[in-house]
């Protein structure tokens, strides 16, 4: 199969595009980071291919679609996986930062949509796959602004399979708990997942097609469950940084 991944330079992204190309597919990489695709280039060879840019920028995502299609590569697959956490820098609100945030979590992907919906629509197949978080399903005390900026792509995401899953358009949401990346400087832990794994387990969405998934499935759970009051999850949840 033929796949892009936005977010594709660190973290889960990388991770995905390696065991990827290792299982055979081949995989475009988009990141603004050039030195680090190159890198991961280097090291996977003939099956990667990859284009620096910021997902942001509507006439970018526009721009590399037009580049694919010129190199023949037909994604049958868009992950979606970039994004960013910026309230480490001010846990306060910021405008900006809250701005930037939404533009890069939400529009980051919804440019990718825009991009590559007409050629799935034209072929009558292709999936989406956004990477939400269950920082979307309850506040904490760590950001104003990454929660709803996950929480409006994951409605948005089930919005769109709604109305396209009968045109063989299929969009999935995974709704992830902790990783160990460099988004959160966390470390593998028994709540925190690691890259191989989550990659591992994000690539099954590929087969499956359901609309919505959490994964890890046990640490996604008390996130998942309505029975808490906010205050109460935020407390619990700090207990584990
Ligand atoms: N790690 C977790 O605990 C966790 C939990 C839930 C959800 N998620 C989600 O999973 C996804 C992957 O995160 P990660 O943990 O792998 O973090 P990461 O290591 O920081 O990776 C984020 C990726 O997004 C790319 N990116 C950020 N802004 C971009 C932009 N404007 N244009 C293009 N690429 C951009 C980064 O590349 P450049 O900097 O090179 O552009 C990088 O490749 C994110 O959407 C994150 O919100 C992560």
Known sequence: MKILITGASSGIGRELAKQLVKDGHAVWGVARRENLLNDLKK??????????GDVSMENE????AEEMKRNNFSPDIVFLAAGVYLDRINKEFDYEIFRKTID???YGSLNFVQAFLPAFLER?????????SVAALKPTFRSISYPPSKAALGIAFRGFDLI???????????YLGPVATEIWN???????ASKKYTASAIKKVMRTKKSVYYIP???TLISRSGFLPDSWYAALIKLFQ
Do not use: C, H, M, P
């Not at 090291?43 to 620096?52: N, V």
């Not at 995502?61 to 590399?64: M, N, P």
């Not at 009558?124 to 796959?129: M, P, S, V």
């Not at 396209?164 to 995974?174: A, L, M, P, Q």
């Open 43 to 52: 090291e996977l060879g003939d099956l990667f291919f990859y284009t620096a």
């Open 61 to 64: 995502a526009l721009k590399i």
């Open 164 to 174: 396209y899953r009968n045109k063989n358009i299929i969009f999935s949401t995974i």
């Open 217 to 219: 499935f046990w640490s």
């Open 124 to 132: 009558g197949a292709g999936q989406f796959i956004a990477l939400s």
């Open 186 to 192: 966390a470390r593998k832990s028994f709540i925190v």
């Open 104 to 106: 890069i979590n939400l």
